[in-house]
T-cell receptor, first 114, second 113 residues
Framework: GENVEQHPSTLSVQEGDSAVIKCTYS??????FPWYKQELGKGPQLIID?????GEKKDQRIAVTLNKTAKHFSLHITETQPEDSAVYFC?????????????FGQGTILTVHP | ETGVTQSPTHLIKTRGQQVTLRCSSQ?????VSWYQQALGQGPQFIFQ???????GRGNFPPRFSGLQFPNYSSELNVNALELDDSALYLC????????????FGQGTRLTVV
């Protein structure tokens, strides 16, 4: 997609609390929205994704919601644990001839305090 | 582990030199995309290779070039290195077409001095 805005840039929570990260996108052709977790010194790890024909997807403690009308999607982590501490990136993919050409948000540094 | 491997892990080069970075894609994947990640920022798309040809390029100058081999592995070449090229270079492998989740390697940390 053209532009992806991600908020907040930093997020600090207590262990057991929930964390929510929000992204907005500008490309109306975007139809695939992955979320990546990046730990220090490592490459981004795909943790969950959602496609444009679905409004919500859940995998254990993480969930993603998508509002195509408003062009925003969110990552929800429940019962946070210290090992969830990392940088999280949202991204979008316009599909068509653009499969796999991801546009990333600026990232959110999540810190979970024990 | 994603099965995507990159080499080398770290590299120091002098301004004006040339560098080649390598990526082996995950088994079964036919597409490799390269990204540049500056410190504190999200990855930025450089280009993608599919069927040994460039299949889209981001906003990067021609001194960034690449190759894809018949076994789907790939190289990223950067000529005339500049200080601003210092970054983490990531490759991601995927299967072309809808549903092709992208899996990243651990990256190559390039420092230009």
């Amino acid at each position: 997609g053209e532009n992806v805005e991600q908020h907040p840039s930093t997020l600090s929570v207590q262990e057991g609390d929930s964390a929510v990260i929000k992204c907005t996108y500008s490309d109306s052709a975007s139809n695939y929205f992955p979320w990546y977790k990046q730990e220090l010194g490592k490459g981004p790890q795909l943790i969950i994704d959602i496609r444009s024909n679905v409004g919500e997807k859940k995998d254990q403690r993480i969930a993603v919601t998508l509002n195509k009308t408003a062009k925003h999607f969110s990552l929800h982590i429940t019962e946070t644990q210290p090992e969830d501490s990392a940088v999280y990136f949202c991204a979008d993919d316009a599909g068509g001839t653009s499969y796999g050409k991801l546009t990333f948000g600026q990232g959110t540094i999540l810190t979970v305090h024990p | 582990e994603t099965g995507v491997t990159q080499s080398p892990t770290h590299l120091i080069k002098t301004r004006g030199q040339q560098v080649t970075l390598r990526c082996s894609s995950q088994s079964g994947h036919n597409t490799v995309s390269w990204y540049q990640q500056a410190l504190g920022q999200g990855p930025q798309f450089i280009f993608q290779y599919y069927r040994e040809e460039e299949n889209g390029r981001g906003n990067f100058p021609p001194r960034f070039s690449g190759l894809q081999f018949p076994n789907y592995s790939s190289e990223l070449n950067v000529n005339a290195l500049e200080l601003d090229d210092s970054a983490l270079y990531l490759c991601a492998s995927s299967l072309q077409g809808e549903g092709g989740e992208a899996f990243f390697g651990q990256g190559t940390r390039l420092t230009v001095v």
